[in-house]
């Protein structure tokens, strides 16, 4: 991607610094969380730990009342170089969906993205690395902690900036869904469905998030290069629900996917790419 003359959003906060623990020392990576029926929304890129165990990620919060967030800093001269390419992503995501608004006569309400490391507090409860990214409605804002990139890259095998600035525009396609009130409406369903059918409609969440995050990229496509739509759908591929269960030994439980199958991701990737245009990306919810 060719983001070096591109500018740099304002919208960010660096929080906590944590170390270990939590959680009872830390989950692994992709314990992830989806249960509205506590109260609050959270959404991330990987699943892995609850796949395998059968459990519904938000329960490991302990609760879905808003958390008490310890102030973030907004000095810009102690973020590291990815954190600032971050930024830039972030800024293309704002006007890109300011754009949009604005062609519905609305206006945009930009996310704020808070890095932290290792661990810290976020309006949906405890933040950990180990959780992956993640967009809390209730305080509405991105998550992450940037090692997640190396993760994507050494144990996901979906390397390069593109599938980096996909995570983002991922996440913040769950923004838009909070604006527009589509994550409302899928709470309300979930919380008179059981578990597969919960399930079966935060899997229309997250593809949909994935069809804002191709439009997002159809509508930037003078920064991309040679290969970036390539290193996307890899990465979408290799977070498909199918595909991580099996990775982890699973026969593949289509009850238990909350993010979709690879196919089904690789495939509302391609059609936010394909049109880019966010009417065409109804998954039903």
Request: hydrophobic share 35%; charged share 20%; glycine share 14%.
């Amino acid at each position: 991607m060719r983001l070096d003359d591109e500018r740099e959003s304002s919208n960010f906060e660096v929080g906590g610094r944590g170390g270990g623990g939590g959680f009872g020392g830390g989950l692994p990576l992709g314990l992830l969380f989806a249960n509205p029926k506590l109260g609050c929304l959270v959404f991330v890129i990987l699943i892995v730990g609850s796949l395998i165990m059968g459990v519904n990620p938000l329960s490991l919060l302990g609760g879905g009342a808003p958390q008490t967030q310890a102030p973030g800093s907004r000095d810009a001269s102690q973020l590291t170089p990815v954190q600032h390419w971050s930024l830039k992503v972030l800024a293309s995501t704002e006007d890109t969906w300011g754009k949009i608004f604005q062609e519905r006569g609305q206006t945009y309400q930009p996310s704020v993205l808070r890095f932290y490391t290792r661990s810290d507090v976020s309006g949906c409860g405890a933040a950990q690395s180990a959780m992956g990214p993640f967009y809390c409605p209730t305080d509405k804002k991105v998550y992450l902690d940037t090692t997640f990139f190396d993760e994507l890259t050494q144990r996901f095998g979906a390397p390069g900036d593109f599938a980096q600035a996909y995570v983002i525009a991922h996440e913040i396609g769950h923004h838009i869904q909070d604006l527009t009130g589509t994550l409302g409406k899928a709470q309300q369903l979930q919380q008179r469905a059981g578990s597969a059918e919960g399930n079966a409609i935060q899997v229309k969440v997250e593809l949909q998030a994935d069809c804002y995050a191709g439009v997002w990229a159809a509508r930037n496509r003078d920064i991309l290069e040679p290969g970036d739509i390539e290193e996307g759908l890899k990465a979408a591929r290799a977070i498909g629900d199918d595909t991580l269960q099996k990775e982890a030994g699973q026969t593949p439980m289509p009850d238990s996917f909350t993010h979709g199958t690879s196919a089904q991701r690789m495939e509302w990737l391609k059609r936010g790419l394909d049109s880019g245009d966010p009417a065409q990306c109804d998954t039903g919810i």
